[in-house]
């Protein structure tokens, strides 16, 4: 199982960035699958999740409305569009795999992770 991560980089608060998350390895689309952020001295938090066929997404308050998650499993790719970004967007974001059980709003309920990509947004 592999997950990579892509598509971070340096914005302007306001802008808009789409990270990817490519899957091998495994069949994407018998898996939910979720995206995390992490920043400097904090923990990992819950961003957004997807359902198999991407029909139902969940959001954090802080990103709904502004992030949008979605799949293409035909590409085994995730991909979490943002928009209207904030200086407190600032985080590595990782794509997650998650578990058959479990609440997608939990770390644990992941088993597998990409290696995060970097996304920093100016003031």
């Known amino acids: 199982v592999q997950l990579q991560a892509s598509g971070g980089g340096l914005v302007q608060a306001g802008g808009s960035l789409r990270l990817s998350c490519a899957a091998s390895?495994?069949?994407?689309?018998?898996?939910?699958m979720g995206w995390f952020r992490q920043a400097p001295e904090k923990e990992r938090e819950f961003v957004a999740a997807?359902?198999?066929?991407?029909?139902?997404?969940y959001y954090a308050d802080s990103v709904k409305g502004r992030f949008t998650i979605s799949r293409d499993n035909a590409k085994n790719t995730v991909y979490l569009q943002m928009s209207s970004l904030k200086p407190e967007d600032t985080a590595v974001y990782y794509c997650?795999?998650?578990?058959?059980?479990?609440?997608?709003?939990?770390?644990?309920?992941?088993?597998?992770w990409g290696q995060g990509t970097q996304v920093t947004v100016s003031s």
């Open positions: 997650g795999r998650k578990y058959y059980t479990g609440s997608h709003y939990s770390e644990s309920s992941y088993d597998y």
């Open positions: 390895g495994f069949t994407l689309s018998t898996y939910y």
């Open positions: 997807i359902s198999w066929s991407g029909g139902i997404t």
